[in-house]
């Protein structure tokens, strides 16, 4: 007969008193794993959705907000840049770009792009993507941007993959691409028309005159970008109040020099079905969307300072700032979480001492018994110590099946509220940890009465009554 | 098998005092004899049986079992030697309540040198009578079958020495000649030395050797 079942059995002899401590461990062990799980797949979620892009670029601010703006699609807008400063961004001359745009002889308004020279911080970048933020729909954020931004992957290796329909087309300006959750939640289908909102949140007016038809729904990506909506940047331009007037930009010093001069020139012109594209310098951005050319390392690095230096635009990394947002606020955040829960596992284990301890007194005897049978006093010490673990580790085991019933539970509220998907099969590394933790825990909460046991004097505690 | 040599105990007093309870120049038992040990309560019989398995330390003296002067022994070294050499039956039989009279007897050997031998535990108990009884609890026996189970677990580890601390002193008097026997007749068969003290004259009367304590004890 092993130590360990001479533990389970006096367990079993005190089966109210063990359930009921093994079960307040349990409920703690089941706070921590949630707490565990849920902010450590937030974290990694953020994280890993900062990866995308290596920097974010816009207008002077909250680096932080520009970075939740873009790439969660949270908090308020930002302000904006001139979209010829997103030009500087473009890796072709003018030409190229409106060829790369299979839009020679289209006769759209791209027609009409400046004969732009090369980019200043082109031979820095690999991709630049546009987003014009600041309308909505129902309870989702629009983004006019350009359709290259599905052709690239939105992780590394991971590609947007279309459930339904295809991308939208530059030269088709009304088109929009819709996120998966966006079309589970409104309903929308392929060919369905909407039309957006000015502004964020429901005290906005409805673009009535101008709207939007949805040509592709995505696949779940597990990003912000499920419960967005994409549309043909081109066609977010002409919405009702989206064109800027030029007389009032301050540009400082966006633009290169001799630029200005090209943009004035400008002049949209028809001859196509589509209608007119918005004049460049009626033209902003809210954000580029920059991945840096990884062929060009030096440039890239000083690519950041050199748009620094710029009075009106910043560019900021969207990974340090969303390490600097978890390091700094939702870390000690967490952090106190952890510790209050860590608390309550501790709680319970100084339950476990107590329920153990007080059976002591009743114990004495059977103790002396065994001891009496032959059993040296670390045996009958490491009994108790076992029956500690064992309460512990059985109650940790329930709490961590528990822990993860209740993040499955809570799965669908954690879509919706911070688009981060997690399931009952969401594990983090630190869980690990819990096993040893709770074996340090229930071996000091069990040393007090393995102790007691340990020092049980034999010869009276048989001589006493029963 | 049992020798003391000019063994000594007493206890401290609440006022300080030393008490004085044994003071045993000599005493034998040899293989396989069966001896009783009679006293008035209170006399220190419990205490020098437990002296005797050496659950207590004397305060001086030799108490050499098969060989062996276990007062001599560091604690966990005693231990064993108990596990491997002594039984111990107890007056209020000490079945530990959360296990079966199985598990109770295999308990005794769980804590010896050797290997824990299910069949003989088994294979007492059917001896003692309680082989249709392998499974129950304490609470599910009579009195005299946990006594039998207290016997059985006692003789586990094939002890050379068994103490038997007044084992019929909780069993009604139809029980009581059983228990006896049963004792006795296991102590036979595996050659074992046998101290039974009791305060029953009956009892005593069937035993070739009767030992009254306060003749050995030289207080």
């Given at each position: 007969m092993s130590?360990?079942?001479?533990?389970?059995?006096?367990?079993?002899?005190?089966?109210?008193?063990?359930?009921?401590?093994?079960?307040?461990?349990?409920?703690?062990?089941?706070?921590?794993?949630?707490?565990?799980?849920?902010?450590?797949?937030?974290?990694?979620?953020?994280?890993?959705?900062?990866?995308?892009?290596?920097?974010?670029?816009?207008?002077?601010?909250?680096?932080?907000?520009?970075?939740?703006?873009?790439?969660?699609?949270?908090?308020?807008?930002?302000?904006?840049?001139?979209?010829?400063?997103?030009?500087?961004?473009?890796?072709?001359?003018?030409?190229?770009?409106?060829?790369?745009?299979?839009?020679?002889?289209?006769?759209?308004?791209?027609?009409?792009?400046?004969?732009?020279?090369?980019?200043?911080?082109?031979?820095?970048?690999?991709?630049?993507?546009?987003?014009?933020?600041?309308?909505?729909?129902?309870?989702?954020?629009?983004?006019?941007?350009e359709p290259s931004l599905f052709e690239i992957d939105y992780a590394p290796g991971q590609y947007y993959q279309f459930a339904e329909g295809r991308?939208?087309?530059?030269?088709?300006?009304?088109?929009?691409?819709?996120?998966?959750?966006?079309?589970?939640?409104?309903?929308?289908?392929?060919?369905?028309?909407?039309?957006?909102?000015?502004?964020?949140?429901?005290?906005?007016?409805?673009?009535k005159d101008t709207s939007f038809e949805v040509v592709g729904i995505l696949e779940p990506t597990g990003t912000p970008n499920d419960r967005a909506v994409f549309v043909n940047i081109e066609g977010f331009y002409l919405l009702d109040g989206h064109a800027f007037d030029p007389s009032i930009r301050e540009t400082g010093n966006l633009t290169q020099p001799g630029l200005e001069n090209e943009l004035s020139s400008f002049v949209p012109q028809g001859g196509h079905a589509s209608p007119q594209a918005l004049p460049i310098d009626k033209r902003e951005v809210t954000?580029?969307?920059?991945?840096?050319?990884?062929?060009?390392?030096?440039?890239?690095?000083?690519?950041?300072?050199?748009?620094?230096?710029?009075?009106?635009?910043q560019a900021v990394a969207p990974t340090r700032i969303i390490f600097q947002l978890f390091e700094n606020i939702v870390g000690n955040l967490r952090s106190l979480l952890l510790l209050l829960t860590c608390l309550i596992v501790v709680v319970a284990g100084i339950?476990?001492?107590?329920?153990?301890?007080?059976?002591?007194?009743?114990?004495?005897?059977?103790?002396?018994?065994?001891?009496?049978?032959?059993?040296?006093?670390?045996?009958?010490?490491?009994?108790?110590?076992?029956?500690?673990?064992?309460?512990?580790?059985?109650?940790?085991?329930a709490g961590f099946i528990l822990g993860h019933a209740a993040i499955g539970v809570l799965s669908g509220l954690m879509v919706e509220y911070t688009g981060v998907y997690l399931g009952f099969f969401s594990f983090v590394r630190w869980e690990a940890l819990l096993l040893p933790g709770l074996v340090v825990l229930s071996t000091l909460a069990g040393y007090l009465p393995a102790m007691s046991a340990y020092k049980t004097d034999v010869s009276r505690s048989l001589q006493a009554n029963p | 098998m049992l020798d003391l040599i000019q063994v000594s105990k007493s206890y401290i007093e609440p006022n300080g005092k030393r008490l004085p309870i044994l003071n045993i120049p000599r005493y034998h038992v040899g293989t396989g004899e069966q001896v009783v040990l009679m006293g008035r309560s209170g006399s220190g019989k419990t205490t020098l049986l437990h002296i005797i398995a050496g659950i207590s330390q004397p305060d001086r003296g030799n108490v050499n079992v098969a060989g062996v002067n276990i007062a001599a022994l560091p604690e966990a070294q005693r231990d064993r030697f108990r596990a491997?050499?002594?039984?111990?039956?107890?007056?209020?039989?000490?079945?530990?309540?959360?296990?079966?009279?199985?598990?109770?007897?295999?308990?005794?050997m769980a804590f010896a040198g050797g290997a824990v031998d299910r069949s003989?535990?088994?294979?007492?108990?059917?001896?003692?009578?309680?082989?249709?009884?392998?499974?129950?609890?304490?609470?599910?026996?009579?009195?005299?079958?946990?006594?039998?189970?207290?016997?059985?677990?006692?003789?586990?580890?094939?002890?050379?020495?068994?103490?038997?601390?007044?084992?019929?002193?909780?069993?009604?008097?139809?029980?009581?000649?059983?228990?006896?026997?049963?004792?006795?007749?296991?102590?036979?068969?595996?050659?074992?030395?046998?101290?039974?003290?009791?305060?029953?004259?009956?009892?005593?009367?069937?035993?070739?050797?009767?030992?009254?304590?306060?003749?050995?004890?030289?207080?």
């Open positions: 130590l360990f079942k001479i533990a389970w059995r006096s367990i079993q002899q005190r089966a109210l008193s063990s359930w009921l401590t093994a079960l307040s461990m349990a409920l703690g062990v089941a706070l921590v794993v949630t707490v565990l799980v849920i902010m450590n797949t937030v974290e990694e979620t953020f994280t890993r959705n900062a990866q995308g892009f290596d920097l974010i670029v816009g207008a002077k601010g909250g680096a932080l907000q520009l970075v939740l703006n873009t790439v969660y699609h949270l908090s308020t807008p930002v302000e904006n840049v001139p979209y010829d400063f997103y030009l500087q961004f473009k890796r072709g001359t003018s030409e190229q770009m409106i060829e790369a745009a299979g839009m020679l002889g289209g006769g759209a308004g791209y027609a009409l792009l400046p004969r732009q020279p090369r980019g200043r911080f082109a031979s820095a970048v690999d991709v630049a993507i546009p987003y014009c933020l600041g309308d909505s729909y129902q309870d989702f954020r629009v983004v006019g941007t991308n939208f087309k530059t030269e088709n300006f009304f088109e929009a691409v819709i996120g998966s959750r966006v079309a589970r939640e409104t309903g929308l289908k392929l060919g369905d028309k909407f039309n957006s909102t000015h502004g964020i949140g429901p005290e906005g007016h409805v673009h954000a580029i969307l920059i991945r840096t050319d990884p062929h060009n390392p030096i440039a890239a690095i000083s690519l950041n300072k050199y748009i620094n230096k710029n009075p009106t635009a339950g476990i001492m107590v329920s153990i301890y007080n059976s002591m007194s009743d114990r004495r005897r059977d103790i002396a018994v065994m001891r009496a049978l032959g059993a040296r006093r670390s045996t009958v010490m490491t009994v108790i110590l076992l029956e500690s673990i064992g309460l512990s580790l059985g109650g940790g085991l | 491997d050499h002594i039984g111990y039956v107890f007056q209020t039989f000490n079945l530990l309540p959360g296990f079966s009279a199985l598990e109770n007897v295999m308990l005794g003989r535990a088994i294979n007492l108990l059917e001896r003692v009578g309680l082989g249709d009884r392998l499974t129950h609890k304490p609470s599910q026996l009579s009195v005299g079958e946990q006594q039998r189970v207290s016997v059985a677990r006692a003789l586990a580890n094939r002890p050379r020495l068994l103490l038997a601390d007044e084992p019929t002193a909780n069993v009604d008097p139809s029980n009581q000649q059983h228990i006896v026997d049963l004792i006795r007749q296991t102590c036979e068969e595996e050659r074992v030395a046998l101290i039974l003290v009791t305060h029953t004259p009956e009892v005593a009367s069937q035993f070739a050797r009767v030992d009254r304590l306060e003749e050995i004890n030289q207080l």
